[in-house]
C-alpha cells in the first residue's frame, strides 16, 4: 500500500480508503440497495482493509441513518490507534428544524452524535458533506474551529463544494485565523471529469488534498455494463443510477478499459482505479465493497502499474472538451514574442 500526505498537514493515508456507505441500513431503502450489510460482513471488510495496510476509513453521519456510524465505532473499538478516521455532517438527521444544515447549532449537535455513534473522543478529518445556501460558512468555519480547539476534531475538510465555494471558505479562514479545510471529498472517475476544470487546479494551487468518492462511476465502470444490455441485475447501478453519466461516452470508455486491462491480466475494475489513482491532486480513493471478494480485488488495483501508451488511450477515451475560461487560457499565442 502506498502512502501520500493529506494535503500540507503532515498527515499520510493510504492511497485506497475504504469506504463504509455499504454498512447498515438493512431493509431499509436506499441502504439496503446500496449494501445493507449487518455488523459481522462489515466487520470482515474493515479487517480486511486494515490488514491490507489501508489507514484511512471514511463514514458519514447520514450512512443508514447513523447506523453506519455506530457499526463503525464497534468494529474499531481494539484498532481506532491504527486508523485515520473521517466522517462528514450536513444532512438531515432528525425531523427538527435544526437537525439538518451548518449552522453552529447543528454542528455542534452533529458532531456530539458522531463521536458518540463512533465510540471515540476525537474525529481526525470532519468534512461538511455539502454547500449550506443558508449559513453564512463563516459561522460553520467558527464552530469547526471551537471543536479543534477542544479537541474533538484535528483536522477538517469538505466535500461536493465547487472550487469558488472552498476558495471562499479558505479566504474567510484564513483573514479570521480560523482552521482551513484540507481536503476534497469529490466525485471524480473516467466517466465524469467536471472536477478537473476549476477544482483539481485549485486544490493544486492551494495544497489540498483530494479524497475521491464514486471512482467507478456508481459501477458503471466495473465492467458488468456494456452497449449490448449485458448488466449485473444485482448491481447497484441497475437499481439507482447515479451518479448521472452520458452513458454512450461512458461505453467507449468502458471499451478502451476493456483493452488495457487485456494487457495487464486485470479487470476493467481495477484499471478505473488505477487511473484515478495517477491523477494530479489525488491523494486518496474511497472504494466500497460488499464483500471481501470484491474489496481484495478493489485493493489490488494499488498494483495495476499503467504505461503512458494506456493512459493516452483512457484519457482519449474519457476527455471532455476544455469549458470557458480553459480553452482560452490554454491558448499561450498572446504572449508570443514581439515581431522583429
Known sequence: MRFNPLGDTGVFVSSIALGTMTFGGGDTAPWN??????LEAAGRLVGTALDAGVNLVDTADMYAAGEC?????????????????????????????????????????????????LRTDHIDLYQIHNFDAITPIAETLAALDDAVRQGKIRYIGASNLAAWQMSKALGVSDL???????????????????????LVPMLLEEKLGLLVYSPLAGGFLSGKFDRA???????????????PVDKERAYDIVDALRVVAGRHDATVAQ??????????????????ARNTRQLTANLASADVELTPEDLGELDAAGRVPPRYPGWIQADQSWRDPVPA
Open 69 to 117: 456510524e455506530t457499526m463503525l465505532g464497534r468494529i474499531l473499538a481494539s484498532r481506532r490507534d491504527e486508523v485515520v478516521l473521517a466522517t462528514k455532517l450536513a444532512a438531515r438527521m432528525g425531523t427538527g428544524p435544526n437537525d439538518v444544515g451548518l449552522s453552529r447549532l447543528h454542528v455542534t449537535r452533529a458532531l456530539e452524535g458522531s463521536l458518540r455513534r
Open 271 to 288: 484499471v478505473a482505479l488505477a487511473w484515478v489513482l495517477t491523477r494530479p491532486a489525488v491523494t486518496s480513493v474511497i472504494v466500497g
Open 229 to 243: 444490455g449485458s448488466a449485473d441485475r444485482d448491481a447497484r447501478r441497475s437499481k439507482a443510477d447515479l451518479p
Open 176 to 198: 479570521r485565523g480560523l482552521s482551513r479545510f484540507v481536503s476534497s471529498q469529490s466525485y471524480y472517475s473516467l466517466a465524469g471529469r467536471d472536477i478537473e476544470a476549476e
Open 33 to 38: 440497495i446500496i449494501g445493507g450489510l449487518d
